[in-house]
T-cell receptor, first 119, second 110 residues
């Protein structure tokens, strides 16, 4: 089945630094990838949609200058948390749908997530 | 927007017991998925089930799309079943925006 790989799984950084998270589709090409965020003991919320070769689209309330998304190839999307602060500490998880399957009629596959802690 | 409600919010079971988790949603959907999030945060896709019934080992799921609900059945529960179970739906016309419920936290005691 479709596999989405995410790296790193865990990162601790100091306040003010930037952190890059990678999301790769391992056995399929993904023109679109999705970034979700999960605060402790809460559910997952879509942050942004990453589009290969074009700008990402962000959900309401998500700062595009803080969460930079780059989707430079059909198998890689990156999320960079810029000038991280403790309130950015969260679990970030990406997903993608195998376009080889019929659109809107196939599941989204998720990476294993990245736990970010900003000290 | 579409609302997704899961019940119960918390569930404690003795090992070997059966359980049913429910997911209600407020609008027509293209996609419905059940996930198990383990203590390490890993989101495991259990079922892709926008309609009908599926079974996978001790787990099965049923979605009645016309009545806008889905059920996840866990039989003969094991301690490794502990974790949070999420239901997530994708509204018709939306691509990739899975709306998650708040989850059911399951604890299976030995």
């Amino acid at each position: 089945g479709a596999v989405v790989s995410q790296h790193p799984s865990r990162v601790i950084c100091k306040s003010g630094t930037s952190v890059k998270i990678e999301c790769r589709s391992l056995d399929f090409q993904a023109t679109t990838m999705f970034w979700y965020r999960q605060f402790p003991k809460q559910s997952l919320m879509l942050m942004a949609t990453s589009n290969e070769g074009s700008k990402a689209t962000y959900e309401q309330g998500v700062e595009k200058d803080k969460f930079l998304i780059n989707h430079a190839s059909l198998t890689l999307s990156t999320l960079t948390v810029t000038s991280a602060h403790p309130e950015d500490s969260s679990f970030y998880i990406c997903s993608a749908r195998d376009p080889g399957r019929v659109s809107f009629n196939s599941p989204l596959h998720f990476g294993n997530g990245t736990r970010l802690t900003v000290t | 927007g579409i609302q997704v409600e899961q019940s119960p919010p918390d569930l404690i079971l003795q090992e070997g017991a059966n359980s049913t988790l429910r997911c209600n949603f407020s609008d027509s959907v293209n996609n419905l998925q059940w996930f198990h999030q383990n203590p390490w945060g890993q989101l495991i896709n259990l079922f892709y089930i926008p309609s009908g019934t599926k079974q996978n080992g001790r787990l099965s799921a049923t979605t009645v799309a016309t009545e806008r609900y889905s059920l996840l059945y866990i039989s003969s529960s094991q301690t490794t079943d502990s974790g949070v179970y999420f239901c997530a739906v994708e509204r018709r016309g939306s691509q990739g925006n899975l709306i998650f419920g708040k989850g059911t936290k399951l604890s299976v005691k030995p």
